[in-house]
């Protein structure tokens, strides 16, 4: 593309981004960045996120964050990729710091979002920590829609990693019928 002169737009290096964090390719990865800021793309919202993306999923999570910290604005598509880049790479911890701060900002979670979150609790074997995010989600309403069953399942997935089988079995046996149509019937 680049040799037959056609310039890149807003909706070619997310999709270039996107296909070296598949394979990885950190080394293409950071030479698409440096196309990226040659063409005037560093500050388009879409196009840094999938920069964050490409460096989580290859391993770099520093890179990532800079990316994240030099951004002038966030949306909740770039929470969940340096949020979830943390979980993936093993730096729960720094995961956890990051959904905390989501939440300090007034940026709402999305199934996203918790489903990293509770993966998160699932990885550290923390059961303390898993029953607070549980109730974080039961305050706010997650696991109450059809589309919720990922969140419903990760809490499921938690509890039986930490051993606690009537929890889960708690969990699963408020999935059913929501909203008069019973979702157990479309196998979910």
């Known amino acids: 593309m680049l040799w037959a002169g056609v310039k890149p737009d807003v909706y070619t290096f997310p999709c270039i981004l996107r296909t070296c964090g598949g394979v990885p390719d950190l080394a293409r990865g950071r030479e698409v960045h440096v196309h990226v800021i040659r063409y005037g ?106 589309w919720d069953l990922w969140v419903d399942n990760s809490l499921i997935q938690m509890y039986l990693s930490v051993g606690y089988l009537e929890e889960a079995e708690e969990v699963f046996s408020q999935i059913g019928i929501m909203d008069g149509y019973d979702i157990r019937l479309r196998g979910y």
């Open 41 to 146: 793309f560093e500050s388009d919202i879409d196009v840094l996120n999938a920069l964050i993306t490409v460096y989580a999923k290859c391993g770099d999570v520093f890179s990532a964050r800079l990316v994240f910290d030099k951004m002038i604005r966030r949306d909740r598509i770039t929470w969940n990729a340096m949020i979830s880049g943390y979980f993936e790479n093993e730096k729960c911890l720094d995961g956890l710091k990051m959904f905390c701060m989501m939440r300090e900002l007034s940026v709402d979670p999305d199934l996203m979002t918790m489903t990293s979150v509770i993966s998160a609790c699932d990885l550290l074997g923390d059961e303390k920590l898993g029953r607070v995010i549980h109730g974080y989600v039961v305050k706010t309403g997650f696991g109450f829609d059809v």
